[in-house]
C-alpha cells in the first residue's frame, strides 16, 4: 500500500472519464507516429542499400574503379634475424 502512495507522488491519473479517454488516445497516437516514423526510416535505410548494391554492380560489370595492377600478388620483403634461439 505505501509503494501505491508513492507513485502517486508522481502521477495521478484524471479522474473524469473523458480525460481518461483522451490520454489513451493520446498515447495510442503517439505510439502509431513512433512505429510510422521507424518505418519511414527503415525505408529509407532499404533503398539507400538496394541503389549503393545496384550502383556496385554496375561498376563491377562495366570495370569501373578497377587498376591495372599485375595480377602477381606476391610481396618481396627482406628481413634481418634479431635474436635466435637455439632447441637444445
Not at 488516445?25 to 521507424?38: E, N, V
Not at 519511414?40 to 532499404?46: E, G, N, Q, R
Not at 550502383?55 to 634479431?82: F, H, K
Request: glycine fraction near 10%; hydrophobic fraction near 50%.
Amino acid at each position: 500500500m505505501k509503494m501505491n502512495n508513492e507513485w502517486k507522488r508522481f502521477y495521478q491519473p484524471p479522474q473524469n472519464p473523458l480525460a481518461r479517454f483522451g490520454l489513451v488516445l493520446l498515447g495510442i497516437a503517439i505510439l502509431a507516429l513512433s512505429f510510422m516514423l521507424g518505418l519511414v526510416f527503415l525505408a529509407v535505410a532499404a533503398g539507400l542499400a538496394i541503389i549503393g548494391g545496384i550502383v556496385l554492380t554496375v561498376r563491377r560489370w562495366l570495370g569501373l574503379g578497377q587498376s591495372e595492377a599485375p595480377q602477381d600478388r606476391t610481396i618481396d620483403v627482406e628481413y634481418r634475424v634479431i635474436r635466435k634461439e637455439r632447441d637444445e
